[in-house]
Protein backbone atom coordinates (compact mmCIF):
# COMPACT_ATOMS: atom_id res chain seq x y z
CA UNK A 1 0.00 0.00 0.00
CA UNK A 2 1.07 3.43 -1.09
CA UNK A 3 1.88 5.83 2.45
CA UNK A 4 -1.09 8.08 1.18
CA UNK A 5 -2.98 5.52 0.65
CA UNK A 6 -2.86 3.68 3.83
CA UNK A 7 -3.17 6.80 6.14
CA UNK A 8 -6.14 7.65 4.65
CA UNK A 9 -7.27 4.24 4.91
CA UNK A 10 -6.26 4.24 9.00
CA UNK A 11 -8.25 7.77 8.99
CA UNK A 12 -11.38 6.50 7.30
CA UNK A 13 -11.64 3.63 9.70
CA UNK A 14 -10.34 5.63 13.18
CA UNK A 15 -13.76 7.91 11.79
CA UNK A 16 -15.72 5.05 11.52
CA UNK A 17 -14.53 3.70 14.78
CA UNK A 18 -15.25 7.38 16.57
CA UNK A 19 -18.80 7.68 14.46
CA UNK A 20 -19.88 4.29 15.84
CA UNK A 21 -19.11 4.57 19.12
CA UNK A 22 -21.41 7.55 19.23
CA UNK A 23 -24.12 6.26 17.72
CA UNK A 24 -24.27 3.51 20.62
CA UNK A 25 -23.56 6.15 23.40
CA UNK A 26 -26.14 8.44 22.07
CA UNK A 27 -28.49 5.65 22.82
CA UNK A 28 -28.43 5.99 26.54
CA UNK A 29 -28.50 9.30 26.11
CA UNK A 30 -31.19 11.82 28.00
CA UNK A 31 -34.09 12.14 25.41
CA UNK A 32 -33.35 9.77 23.77
CA UNK A 33 -31.81 8.94 20.08
CA UNK A 34 -31.64 12.47 18.26
CA UNK A 35 -32.55 12.15 14.64
CA UNK A 36 -30.52 15.22 13.41
CA UNK A 37 -27.30 13.81 15.32
CA UNK A 38 -27.47 10.60 13.42
CA UNK A 39 -28.34 11.50 10.40
CA UNK A 40 -24.57 13.62 10.58
CA UNK A 41 -23.01 10.76 12.04
CA UNK A 42 -24.23 8.05 9.51
CA UNK A 43 -23.70 10.34 6.83
CA UNK A 44 -19.87 10.84 8.23
CA UNK A 45 -19.91 7.57 8.17
CA UNK A 46 -21.32 6.85 4.88
CA UNK A 47 -18.20 9.56 3.25
CA UNK A 48 -16.21 7.26 5.64
CA UNK A 49 -16.90 3.96 3.92
CA UNK A 50 -16.70 5.70 0.81
CA UNK A 51 -13.25 6.98 1.04
CA UNK A 52 -12.16 3.71 2.28
CA UNK A 53 -13.28 1.67 -1.12
CA UNK A 54 -12.20 4.23 -3.11
CA UNK A 55 -8.80 4.47 -1.72
CA UNK A 56 -8.55 0.37 -1.49
CA UNK A 57 -9.28 0.78 -5.56
CA UNK A 58 -7.09 3.05 -5.80
CA UNK A 59 -4.43 1.18 -4.83
CA UNK A 60 -5.42 -1.99 -7.34
CA UNK A 61 -5.88 -5.26 -7.32
CA UNK A 62 -2.50 -5.80 -5.55
CA UNK A 63 -3.76 -4.72 -2.45
CA UNK A 64 -5.76 -7.54 -0.45
CA UNK A 65 -8.97 -8.10 -0.81
CA UNK A 66 -10.58 -7.51 2.89
CA UNK A 67 -10.92 -11.00 4.24
CA UNK A 68 -11.68 -11.24 8.12
CA UNK A 69 -8.03 -13.14 8.42
CA UNK A 70 -6.02 -9.99 6.97
CA UNK A 71 -3.80 -8.98 9.85
CA UNK A 72 -5.85 -6.02 11.49
CA UNK A 73 -2.97 -4.52 12.96
CA UNK A 74 -2.14 -2.02 9.51
CA UNK A 75 -0.48 1.21 10.04
CA UNK A 76 0.11 -0.12 13.94
CA UNK A 77 -3.47 0.90 14.34
CA UNK A 78 -4.39 1.42 17.92
CA UNK A 79 -8.31 -0.37 18.52
CA UNK A 80 -10.66 2.21 18.95
CA UNK A 81 -10.52 5.07 21.30
CA UNK A 82 -10.53 8.43 19.66
CA UNK A 83 -7.05 9.75 18.58
CA UNK A 84 -5.27 12.22 21.29
CA UNK A 85 -7.56 14.98 21.82
CA UNK A 86 -5.79 18.33 22.37
CA UNK A 87 -9.09 20.19 23.24
CA UNK A 88 -9.27 19.89 26.70
CA UNK A 89 -12.45 17.12 28.02
CA UNK A 90 -15.19 16.48 25.65
CA UNK A 91 -18.46 18.05 25.69
CA UNK A 92 -21.46 15.77 27.86
CA UNK A 93 -22.55 14.11 24.30
CA UNK A 94 -19.10 12.92 23.36
CA UNK A 95 -18.30 8.95 22.88
CA UNK A 96 -17.47 7.92 26.80
CA UNK A 97 -14.86 5.59 27.36
CA UNK A 98 -15.83 2.45 26.73
CA UNK A 99 -16.78 0.84 29.82
CA UNK A 100 -19.98 2.84 29.79
CA UNK A 101 -21.27 1.82 26.98
CA UNK A 102 -23.92 -1.26 27.12
CA UNK A 103 -23.43 -3.03 23.51
CA UNK A 104 -20.95 -5.49 23.30
CA UNK A 105 -19.70 -6.42 19.88
CA UNK A 106 -17.35 -10.01 21.23
CA UNK A 107 -19.87 -11.35 23.61
CA UNK A 108 -22.70 -11.02 20.97
CA UNK A 109 -23.95 -14.74 20.31
CA UNK A 110 -25.10 -14.35 16.74
CA UNK A 111 -23.16 -11.93 15.38
CA UNK A 112 -25.32 -9.24 15.38
CA UNK A 113 -25.30 -5.67 15.94
CA UNK A 114 -29.07 -5.73 17.91
CA UNK A 115 -30.09 -2.15 18.16
CA UNK A 116 -33.80 -2.07 18.39
CA UNK A 117 -34.88 -5.50 18.01
CA UNK A 118 -38.73 -4.41 18.95
CA UNK A 119 -38.74 -1.91 16.06
CA UNK A 120 -37.03 -4.11 13.37
CA UNK A 121 -38.99 -4.53 10.45
CA UNK A 122 -38.93 -8.80 9.55
CA UNK A 123 -36.87 -7.83 6.33
CA UNK A 124 -34.18 -6.82 8.44
CA UNK A 125 -33.94 -9.35 10.72
CA UNK A 126 -30.91 -11.37 9.62
CA UNK A 127 -29.89 -14.09 11.96
CA UNK A 128 -27.59 -15.52 9.86
CA UNK A 129 -24.30 -15.99 11.05
CA UNK A 130 -21.51 -14.09 9.08
CA UNK A 131 -18.11 -14.48 8.30
CA UNK A 132 -15.40 -16.97 9.28
CA UNK A 133 -14.44 -16.77 12.73
CA UNK A 134 -12.16 -14.12 12.99
CA UNK A 135 -10.58 -11.46 15.94
CA UNK A 136 -12.40 -8.67 16.03
CA UNK A 137 -11.29 -5.63 13.73
CA UNK A 138 -8.77 -3.69 15.36
CA UNK A 139 -10.53 -0.31 15.11
CA UNK A 140 -13.59 -1.46 17.13
CA UNK A 141 -13.64 -0.80 20.60
CA UNK A 142 -12.46 -3.71 22.89
CA UNK A 143 -15.10 -4.03 25.50
CA UNK A 144 -18.08 -5.93 27.28
CA UNK A 145 -21.44 -5.68 27.42
CA UNK A 146 -22.48 -4.13 30.59
CA UNK A 147 -24.16 -6.66 32.92
CA UNK A 148 -27.60 -5.91 35.01
CA UNK A 149 -27.28 -6.31 38.33
CA UNK A 150 -27.31 -9.74 39.41
CA UNK A 151 -26.07 -10.67 35.73
CA UNK A 152 -22.99 -13.04 35.51
CA UNK A 153 -21.00 -13.08 32.85
CA UNK A 154 -20.84 -16.29 31.11
CA UNK A 155 -17.61 -17.17 28.83
CA UNK A 156 -18.60 -17.13 24.98
CA UNK A 157 -18.52 -20.70 23.64
CA UNK A 158 -15.39 -21.56 21.87
CA UNK A 159 -15.61 -21.42 17.73
CA UNK A 160 -18.36 -18.92 17.97
CA UNK A 161 -18.65 -16.83 15.15
CA UNK A 162 -16.49 -13.51 17.24
CA UNK A 163 -17.66 -10.42 14.56
CA UNK A 164 -18.29 -9.61 11.15
CA UNK A 165 -15.82 -8.15 8.40
CA UNK A 166 -16.58 -4.71 9.67
CA UNK A 167 -17.55 -3.48 6.19
CA UNK A 168 -21.48 -5.18 6.77
CA UNK A 169 -20.36 -3.86 10.29
CA UNK A 170 -20.65 -0.33 9.05
CA UNK A 171 -23.34 -1.02 6.64
CA UNK A 172 -25.55 -2.65 9.61
CA UNK A 173 -25.13 0.10 11.30
CA UNK A 174 -25.75 2.39 8.43
CA UNK A 175 -29.27 0.16 7.46
CA UNK A 176 -29.90 0.22 11.08
CA UNK A 177 -29.72 3.80 12.57
CA UNK A 178 -32.63 6.33 10.96
CA UNK A 179 -35.46 3.31 10.00
CA UNK A 180 -34.92 2.94 14.05
CA UNK A 181 -36.99 6.48 14.61
CA UNK B 1 -29.32 54.06 18.39
CA UNK B 2 -26.13 55.38 18.73
CA UNK B 3 -22.80 55.29 16.99
CA UNK B 4 -22.30 52.26 13.93
CA UNK B 5 -21.12 48.91 14.84
CA UNK B 6 -17.52 49.80 14.95
CA UNK B 7 -17.65 52.87 17.41
CA UNK B 8 -19.07 50.46 20.19
CA UNK B 9 -17.44 50.05 23.04
CA UNK B 10 -19.32 47.37 24.97
CA UNK B 11 -18.86 47.92 28.84
CA UNK B 12 -19.58 44.95 31.22
CA UNK B 13 -22.60 45.35 33.53
CA UNK B 14 -24.00 42.67 35.14
CA UNK B 15 -22.89 38.32 35.26
CA UNK B 16 -26.22 36.38 36.35
CA UNK B 17 -25.45 32.94 37.68
CA UNK B 18 -22.86 30.73 40.29
CA UNK B 19 -19.39 31.53 40.19
CA UNK B 20 -17.92 28.09 40.68
CA UNK B 21 -16.45 26.39 38.12
CA UNK B 22 -18.20 23.15 38.86
CA UNK B 23 -21.31 23.49 36.79
CA UNK B 24 -24.56 21.89 37.69
CA UNK B 25 -25.87 20.31 34.51
CA UNK B 26 -29.35 21.49 35.58
CA UNK B 27 -28.51 25.32 35.90
CA UNK B 28 -26.98 25.22 31.85
CA UNK B 29 -28.38 28.03 29.93
CA UNK B 30 -30.09 26.50 26.80
CA UNK B 31 -32.04 29.96 25.69
CA UNK B 32 -31.83 33.33 26.40
CA UNK B 33 -34.84 36.02 24.97
CA UNK B 34 -35.39 39.79 25.48
CA UNK B 35 -39.70 40.59 25.09
CA UNK B 36 -40.67 43.23 22.43
CA UNK B 37 -40.05 46.18 24.64
CA UNK B 38 -36.71 44.96 25.89
CA UNK B 39 -37.49 45.77 29.58
CA UNK B 40 -37.61 41.54 30.46
CA UNK B 41 -34.87 38.89 29.70
CA UNK B 42 -35.84 35.37 29.79
CA UNK B 43 -33.59 32.49 30.03
CA UNK B 44 -33.99 28.91 30.32
CA UNK B 45 -31.96 25.91 31.67
CA UNK B 46 -31.38 22.40 31.02
CA UNK B 47 -33.48 22.19 34.57
CA UNK B 48 -36.32 23.24 33.11
CA UNK B 49 -36.51 26.32 34.88
CA UNK B 50 -37.14 29.83 33.61
CA UNK B 51 -35.66 33.10 34.97
CA UNK B 52 -37.17 36.65 34.13
CA UNK B 53 -34.93 39.55 34.92
CA UNK B 54 -36.59 43.04 34.76
CA UNK B 55 -34.82 45.88 33.71
CA UNK B 56 -35.02 49.11 35.95
CA UNK B 57 -33.50 52.13 34.54
CA UNK B 58 -31.47 54.97 36.58
CA UNK B 59 -31.40 57.63 34.88
CA UNK B 60 -32.93 57.06 31.69
CA UNK B 61 -33.07 59.99 30.72
CA UNK B 62 -29.34 61.27 31.10
CA UNK B 63 -27.12 60.23 28.06
CA UNK B 64 -25.15 57.73 29.49
CA UNK B 65 -27.90 55.43 31.42
CA UNK B 66 -26.95 52.42 32.92
CA UNK B 67 -29.64 49.88 33.78
CA UNK B 68 -29.64 46.70 35.75
CA UNK B 69 -31.58 43.89 35.24
CA UNK B 70 -32.87 41.98 38.37
CA UNK B 71 -34.76 38.89 38.88
CA UNK B 72 -38.28 39.26 38.48
CA UNK B 73 -39.48 35.49 38.63
CA UNK B 74 -38.46 32.04 38.54
CA UNK B 75 -40.75 28.95 37.67
CA UNK B 76 -40.30 25.80 36.93
CA UNK B 77 -41.70 25.33 33.63
CA UNK B 78 -41.33 21.70 32.63
CA UNK B 79 -40.29 18.50 34.56
CA UNK B 80 -38.67 15.16 33.32
CA UNK B 81 -40.86 13.05 31.80
CA UNK B 82 -41.40 9.55 30.89
CA UNK B 83 -42.35 7.97 27.65
CA UNK B 84 -43.74 4.55 28.95
CA UNK B 85 -44.50 3.50 25.05
CA UNK B 86 -41.13 4.03 23.30
CA UNK B 87 -39.20 3.81 27.05
CA UNK B 88 -37.84 7.31 26.58
CA UNK B 89 -36.93 9.79 28.94
CA UNK B 90 -38.57 13.55 28.00
CA UNK B 91 -35.48 16.06 28.67
CA UNK B 92 -37.24 19.18 30.90
CA UNK B 93 -34.64 21.27 29.25
CA UNK B 94 -35.66 24.41 27.69
CA UNK B 95 -35.09 24.24 24.61
CA UNK B 96 -36.82 27.87 23.07
CA UNK B 97 -38.47 30.67 24.67
CA UNK B 98 -40.81 33.33 23.08
CA UNK B 99 -42.67 36.03 24.23
CA UNK B 100 -45.87 37.44 23.11
CA UNK B 101 -46.28 40.97 23.08
CA UNK B 102 -48.25 42.74 25.30
CA UNK B 103 -51.98 43.14 25.29
CA UNK B 104 -52.75 44.08 28.87
CA UNK B 105 -51.51 44.17 32.40
CA UNK B 106 -49.59 40.66 32.57
CA UNK B 107 -47.31 39.08 30.22
CA UNK B 108 -47.58 35.78 28.50
CA UNK B 109 -44.58 33.58 26.94
CA UNK B 110 -44.30 30.49 25.06
CA UNK B 111 -41.62 27.67 26.50
CA UNK B 112 -40.84 24.65 25.16
CA UNK B 113 -39.01 21.37 25.89
CA UNK B 114 -38.33 18.66 23.28
CA UNK B 115 -42.37 17.87 23.16
CA UNK B 116 -44.30 19.55 24.89
CA UNK B 117 -45.11 23.82 24.72
CA UNK B 118 -46.57 25.94 27.90
CA UNK B 119 -47.92 29.55 27.54
CA UNK B 120 -47.01 31.06 30.73
CA UNK B 121 -48.86 33.98 32.26
CA UNK B 122 -46.80 36.60 34.51
CA UNK B 123 -48.73 38.97 36.73
CA UNK B 124 -47.98 41.29 39.21
CA UNK B 125 -49.71 41.50 42.41
CA UNK B 126 -49.50 44.64 44.33
CA UNK B 127 -52.65 44.31 46.65
CA UNK B 128 -54.63 42.09 48.33
CA UNK B 129 -58.33 41.79 49.58
CA UNK B 130 -58.89 42.33 53.56
CA UNK B 131 -62.24 42.50 55.05
CA UNK B 132 -64.22 39.43 53.60
CA UNK B 133 -67.43 39.04 55.47
CA UNK B 134 -67.23 34.56 55.54
CA UNK B 135 -63.72 34.43 55.92
CA UNK B 136 -60.98 35.54 58.23
CA UNK B 137 -58.09 36.90 56.63
CA UNK B 138 -55.85 34.32 57.02
CA UNK B 139 -58.75 32.00 54.66
CA UNK B 140 -60.50 30.18 57.32
CA UNK B 141 -64.27 30.13 57.08
CA UNK B 142 -66.46 32.04 59.82
CA UNK B 143 -68.89 30.78 61.78
CA UNK B 144 -71.78 31.86 60.48
CA UNK B 145 -73.74 32.52 63.89
CA UNK B 146 -71.33 35.35 65.03
CA UNK B 147 -71.59 37.59 61.71
CA UNK B 148 -73.70 40.40 62.54
CA UNK B 149 -73.04 43.04 60.46
CA UNK B 150 -71.94 43.07 56.61
CA UNK B 151 -68.92 45.53 55.47
CA UNK B 152 -67.16 45.76 51.73
CA UNK B 153 -63.85 44.33 51.51
CA UNK B 154 -61.47 46.97 50.66
CA UNK B 155 -58.20 46.46 48.76
CA UNK B 156 -55.05 47.13 50.56
CA UNK B 157 -51.31 47.38 49.42
CA UNK B 158 -49.00 44.99 49.83
CA UNK B 159 -45.32 43.76 48.73
CA UNK B 160 -45.14 42.92 44.70
CA UNK B 161 -45.50 39.35 44.13
CA UNK B 162 -44.79 38.43 40.88
CA UNK B 163 -46.59 34.96 40.05
CA UNK B 164 -46.42 32.65 36.84
CA UNK B 165 -49.03 30.45 36.19
CA UNK B 166 -49.58 27.94 32.97
CA UNK B 167 -52.48 28.86 31.13
CA UNK B 168 -52.16 26.43 28.37
CA UNK B 169 -50.27 23.16 27.65
CA UNK B 170 -49.73 22.13 24.12
CA UNK B 171 -48.91 18.82 24.29
CA UNK B 172 -48.47 15.12 22.17
CA UNK B 173 -48.09 16.96 18.65
CA UNK B 174 -44.78 15.82 17.75
CA UNK B 175 -42.90 12.75 17.39
CA UNK B 176 -39.28 13.97 17.19
CA UNK B 177 -38.01 16.18 19.20
CA UNK B 178 -38.76 20.15 19.01
CA UNK B 179 -36.03 22.82 17.73
CA UNK B 180 -38.03 25.92 17.41
CA UNK B 181 -41.27 27.60 18.28
CA UNK B 182 -42.11 31.03 16.80
CA UNK B 183 -45.29 33.29 16.93
CA UNK B 184 -47.34 34.84 14.21
CA UNK B 185 -47.77 38.41 13.88
CA UNK B 186 -51.50 37.95 13.99
CA UNK B 187 -50.52 37.10 17.27
CA UNK B 188 -53.24 34.42 17.76
CA UNK B 189 -51.08 31.42 16.31
CA UNK B 190 -47.78 29.84 16.25
CA UNK B 191 -45.37 27.14 14.93
CA UNK B 192 -43.80 24.24 16.35
CA UNK B 193 -41.07 22.65 14.43
CA UNK B 194 -39.25 19.23 15.36
CA UNK B 195 -36.88 17.36 13.03
CA UNK B 196 -39.27 16.21 10.68
CA UNK B 197 -42.75 18.01 11.15
CA UNK B 198 -43.92 21.76 11.71
CA UNK B 199 -47.57 22.55 12.92
CA UNK B 200 -49.77 25.63 13.71
CA UNK B 201 -51.25 26.00 16.86
CA UNK B 202 -53.82 28.78 17.81
CA UNK B 203 -53.26 30.22 21.32
CA UNK B 204 -56.27 28.98 22.70
CA UNK B 205 -56.34 25.64 21.04
CA UNK B 206 -54.70 22.94 23.13
CA UNK B 207 -56.51 19.66 21.69
CA UNK B 208 -55.45 19.82 18.20
CA UNK B 209 -53.34 22.02 15.47
CA UNK B 210 -52.56 21.78 12.09
CA UNK B 211 -49.34 20.16 10.74
CA UNK B 212 -48.30 22.42 7.67
CA UNK B 213 -44.94 20.73 6.99
CA UNK B 214 -43.75 17.33 6.87
CA UNK B 215 -40.82 16.00 5.25
CA UNK B 216 -40.59 12.88 6.48
CA UNK B 217 -39.93 10.21 3.67
CA UNK B 218 -42.65 7.13 3.21
CA UNK B 219 -39.12 4.57 3.91
CA UNK B 220 -37.21 6.49 6.87
CA UNK B 221 -33.96 4.67 5.37
CA UNK B 222 -34.10 7.73 2.51
CA UNK B 223 -33.65 9.97 5.24
CA UNK B 224 -31.58 12.94 3.53
CA UNK B 225 -32.50 15.93 5.60
CA UNK B 226 -34.37 17.04 8.71
CA UNK B 227 -35.50 20.95 9.58
CA UNK B 228 -33.23 22.58 12.27
CA UNK B 229 -35.09 25.40 12.80
CA UNK B 230 -37.93 27.52 11.88
CA UNK B 231 -39.49 31.02 12.03
CA UNK B 232 -42.53 33.11 11.35
CA UNK B 233 -42.06 36.37 9.15
CA UNK B 234 -42.21 39.76 11.36
CA UNK B 235 -45.08 40.99 9.56
CA UNK B 236 -46.32 38.74 7.04
CA UNK B 237 -48.78 36.47 8.75
CA UNK B 238 -48.80 33.98 5.90
CA UNK B 239 -45.62 33.36 5.53
CA UNK B 240 -42.59 31.70 7.50
CA UNK B 241 -39.40 29.94 6.43
CA UNK B 242 -37.54 26.77 7.81
CA UNK B 243 -34.12 25.75 7.59
CA UNK B 244 -32.68 22.34 7.30
CA UNK B 245 -29.51 20.35 7.70
CA UNK B 246 -28.50 20.43 4.23
CA UNK B 247 -27.84 24.12 4.03
CA UNK B 248 -31.33 24.90 2.53
CA UNK B 249 -33.41 27.37 3.27
CA UNK B 250 -37.08 27.58 2.25
CA UNK B 251 -40.17 30.17 2.68
CA UNK B 252 -43.37 28.91 2.55
CA UNK B 253 -46.52 30.80 1.86
CA UNK B 254 -49.43 29.33 3.89
CA UNK B 255 -51.87 30.69 1.66
CA UNK B 256 -50.70 28.38 -1.13
CA UNK B 257 -52.30 25.44 0.27
CA UNK B 258 -52.73 23.82 3.55
CA UNK B 259 -49.84 21.59 3.64
CA UNK B 260 -46.87 23.77 2.53
CA UNK B 261 -44.66 20.83 1.80
CA UNK B 262 -43.68 22.37 -2.07
CA UNK B 263 -42.00 25.68 -0.87
CA UNK B 264 -42.39 29.23 -2.35
CA UNK B 265 -38.88 30.05 -2.40
CA UNK B 266 -35.73 27.71 -1.82
CA UNK B 267 -32.50 29.61 -0.60
CA UNK B 268 -29.62 27.75 -1.44
CA UNK B 269 -25.96 28.87 -1.98
CA UNK B 270 -23.67 26.57 -4.39
CA UNK B 271 -21.35 24.93 -2.37
CA UNK B 272 -17.80 26.38 -2.72
CA UNK B 273 -15.90 23.29 -4.27
CA UNK B 274 -12.49 24.96 -2.75
CA UNK B 275 -13.43 24.03 0.61
CA UNK B 276 -15.37 20.82 0.12
CA UNK B 277 -14.05 18.38 2.89
CA UNK B 278 -14.92 15.41 4.39
CA UNK B 279 -16.94 16.98 6.71
CA UNK B 280 -18.12 20.24 4.48
CA UNK B 281 -21.64 18.17 4.72
CA UNK B 282 -22.43 18.36 8.24
CA UNK B 283 -20.87 21.91 8.68
CA UNK B 284 -23.34 22.99 6.41
CA UNK B 285 -26.42 21.91 9.01
CA UNK B 286 -28.40 25.44 9.52
CA UNK B 287 -28.42 26.16 13.60
CA UNK B 288 -30.14 29.10 13.37
CA UNK B 289 -32.75 31.17 11.35
CA UNK B 290 -33.91 34.70 12.14
CA UNK B 291 -35.73 37.18 9.69
CA UNK B 292 -34.34 40.80 10.21
CA UNK B 293 -36.66 42.75 12.20
CA UNK B 294 -37.66 45.24 8.83
CA UNK B 295 -38.51 41.46 7.52
CA UNK B 296 -36.68 42.06 4.07
CA UNK B 297 -33.95 40.00 5.01
CA UNK B 298 -32.87 36.50 6.79
CA UNK B 299 -29.57 35.48 8.85
CA UNK B 300 -28.70 31.80 9.41
CA UNK B 301 -26.03 30.11 11.07
CA UNK B 302 -24.19 27.10 9.95
CA UNK B 303 -21.27 25.87 11.64
CA UNK B 304 -18.26 28.37 10.54
CA UNK B 305 -20.14 31.15 9.18
CA UNK B 306 -23.34 33.34 9.21
CA UNK B 307 -25.11 34.28 6.16
CA UNK B 308 -27.79 37.27 5.36
CA UNK B 309 -29.91 36.35 2.92
CA UNK B 310 -32.30 39.07 1.17
CA UNK B 311 -35.57 37.32 0.75
CA UNK B 312 -35.63 38.42 -2.79
CA UNK B 313 -32.87 36.49 -4.16
CA UNK B 314 -32.61 32.73 -3.49
CA UNK B 315 -29.40 31.84 -5.42
CA UNK B 316 -26.69 32.89 -2.68
CA UNK B 317 -26.53 34.94 0.44
CA UNK B 318 -25.81 39.01 -0.04
CA UNK B 319 -23.52 38.72 2.72
CA UNK B 320 -21.23 35.82 4.22
CA UNK B 321 -19.47 36.11 7.37
CA UNK B 322 -16.74 33.67 8.51
CA UNK B 323 -17.34 33.36 12.33
CA UNK B 324 -14.34 31.23 13.23
CA UNK B 325 -12.66 30.05 9.78
CA UNK B 326 -9.59 28.58 11.74
CA UNK B 327 -11.49 25.74 13.20
CA UNK B 328 -11.97 24.61 9.38
CA UNK B 329 -8.90 22.86 9.54
CA UNK B 330 -9.80 21.44 13.31
CA UNK B 331 -13.02 20.02 12.15
CA UNK B 332 -11.80 15.66 12.71
CA UNK B 333 -10.98 16.78 16.00
CA UNK B 334 -14.52 18.71 16.63
CA UNK B 335 -16.06 15.73 15.52
CA UNK B 336 -13.97 13.45 17.55
CA UNK B 337 -15.28 15.83 20.61
CA UNK B 338 -18.71 16.64 19.57
CA UNK B 339 -18.39 20.45 19.27
CA UNK B 340 -19.22 19.79 15.47
CA UNK B 341 -22.60 19.37 16.61
CA UNK B 342 -22.87 22.47 18.78
CA UNK B 343 -26.01 25.03 17.62
CA UNK B 344 -24.78 28.09 17.71
CA UNK B 345 -27.61 30.87 17.45
CA UNK B 346 -27.22 34.48 15.94
CA UNK B 347 -29.41 37.96 16.67
CA UNK B 348 -29.94 41.00 15.19
CA UNK B 349 -29.41 44.49 16.70
CA UNK B 350 -32.94 46.54 16.69
CA UNK B 351 -32.34 48.47 13.54
CA UNK B 352 -30.65 45.18 11.64
CA UNK B 353 -27.46 47.06 11.22
CA UNK B 354 -25.13 44.63 13.24
CA UNK B 355 -25.44 41.01 14.07
CA UNK B 356 -24.07 38.84 16.49
CA UNK B 357 -23.17 35.22 17.64
CA UNK B 358 -20.82 32.83 19.88
CA UNK B 359 -18.14 31.59 19.66
CA UNK B 360 -15.81 28.99 21.63
CA UNK B 361 -13.30 30.46 24.73
CA UNK B 362 -16.36 32.44 25.14
CA UNK B 363 -15.80 34.79 22.67
CA UNK B 364 -18.60 36.22 20.82
CA UNK B 365 -18.55 38.08 17.59
CA UNK B 366 -20.53 40.75 15.87
CA UNK B 367 -20.31 42.28 12.64
CA UNK B 368 -21.42 45.70 11.78
CA UNK B 369 -23.21 44.98 7.94
CA UNK B 370 -22.83 48.29 6.71
CA UNK B 371 -19.24 49.51 8.03
CA UNK B 372 -17.53 46.20 7.35
CA UNK B 373 -16.06 46.14 10.65
CA UNK B 374 -16.27 43.10 12.87
CA UNK B 375 -14.83 42.41 16.78
CA UNK B 376 -14.37 39.60 18.94
CA UNK B 377 -15.47 39.80 22.36
CA UNK B 378 -14.94 37.79 25.74
CA UNK B 379 -17.10 37.46 28.28
CA UNK B 380 -15.26 36.33 31.14
CA UNK B 381 -15.30 37.02 35.07
CA UNK B 382 -11.39 38.08 34.70
CA UNK B 383 -13.37 40.89 32.53
CA UNK B 384 -16.01 41.59 35.27
CA UNK B 385 -15.14 44.88 36.95
CA UNK B 386 -18.26 47.22 36.77
CA UNK B 387 -18.55 49.20 33.63
CA UNK B 388 -15.44 47.77 32.59
CA UNK B 389 -14.73 48.09 28.67
CA UNK B 390 -14.15 45.05 26.98
CA UNK B 391 -10.75 44.78 24.92
CA UNK B 392 -11.23 43.01 21.27
CA UNK B 393 -9.85 39.63 21.13
CA UNK B 394 -7.97 37.86 18.34
CA UNK B 395 -7.13 34.38 17.62
CA UNK B 396 -3.90 33.52 16.07
CA UNK B 397 -4.43 30.70 13.07
CA UNK B 398 -1.25 30.01 12.28
CA UNK B 399 2.56 31.61 11.96
CA UNK B 400 3.69 33.58 14.38
CA UNK B 401 1.52 34.46 17.36
CA UNK B 402 1.76 38.25 18.36
CA UNK B 403 0.98 39.44 21.85
CA UNK B 404 -2.74 39.66 23.21
CA UNK B 405 -3.29 36.73 20.51
CA UNK B 406 -4.57 33.75 21.63
CA UNK B 407 -3.55 30.65 19.17
CA UNK B 408 -6.28 28.00 18.17
CA UNK B 409 -4.79 25.59 20.40
CA UNK B 410 -5.17 27.16 23.53
CA UNK B 411 -8.98 27.96 22.71
CA UNK B 412 -11.22 26.02 25.65
CA UNK B 413 -13.86 24.01 23.62
CA UNK B 414 -16.11 23.51 26.56
CA UNK B 415 -16.50 27.18 26.84
CA UNK B 416 -19.00 27.73 24.44
CA UNK B 417 -21.70 30.36 23.76
CA UNK B 418 -24.51 29.15 21.96
CA UNK B 419 -26.72 31.76 22.80
CA UNK B 420 -26.47 35.58 22.65
CA UNK B 421 -29.91 38.07 22.96
CA UNK B 422 -29.81 41.83 21.29
CA UNK B 423 -32.64 44.62 23.35
CA UNK B 424 -35.02 45.26 20.83
CA UNK B 425 -33.75 48.99 20.76
CA UNK B 426 -31.24 49.90 22.97
CA UNK B 427 -27.46 48.78 22.79
CA UNK B 428 -27.57 46.04 25.56
CA UNK B 429 -26.66 42.43 24.78
CA UNK B 430 -27.22 39.33 27.08
CA UNK B 431 -24.42 36.48 26.00
CA UNK B 432 -24.77 33.05 27.74
CA UNK B 433 -21.87 31.14 28.68
CA UNK B 434 -22.59 27.78 29.68
CA UNK B 435 -23.89 28.83 33.31
CA UNK B 436 -23.77 32.65 33.30
CA UNK B 437 -25.74 35.35 31.94
CA UNK B 438 -23.44 37.90 31.02
CA UNK B 439 -25.03 41.35 30.18
CA UNK B 440 -23.10 44.02 27.99
CA UNK B 441 -24.31 47.57 27.61
CA UNK B 442 -22.31 49.74 24.62
CA UNK B 443 -20.70 52.81 26.94
CA UNK B 444 -22.02 55.73 24.82
CA UNK B 445 -25.49 53.82 24.71
Redesign the interface.
Known amino acids: MSETTMEVNT?ARR?LA?SIS?LYSARTQ???L????S??IS??MR??RD?YHSARESEGPSGAQPTPEEPMDAGAEEPAP??P???????????EPFADEPDATEDEGDCEITEDKENLSPARQSRKRRGKASAAPDFLPSKRARLEPGEERHAAPPGSCRVVPWESLVALSL?RV??A? | MAGPGGDMQWCFSQVKGAIDDDVAEADIISTVEFNHTGELLATGDKGGRVVIFQQEIENKNQPQFRSEYNVYSTFQSHEPEFDYLKSLEIEEKINKIRWLPQKNAAQFLLSTNDKTIKLWKISERDKRPEGYNLKEDDGRYKDPNTITSLRVPVLIPMDLMVEASPRRVFANAHTYHINSISVNSDNETYLSADDLRINLWHLEITDRSFNIVDIKPANMEELTEVITAAEFHPHQCNTFVYSSSKGTIRLCDMRASALCDKHSKLFEEPEDPSNRSFFSEIISSISDVKFSHNGRYMMTRDYLSMKIWDLNMENRPVETYQVHEYLRSKLCSLYENDCIFDKFECCWNGNDSVVMTGSYNNFFRMFDRGHRRDVTLEASRENSKPMQVLKPRKVCAGGKRKKDEISVDSLDFNKKILHTAWHPQDNIIAVATTNNLYIFQDKVN
Do not use: C, D, T, Y
Not at chain 1, 85 to 95: M, R, V
Open positions: EIVKRGGRLHRLLMISAIPGQPEPQPAPNSSNIPF
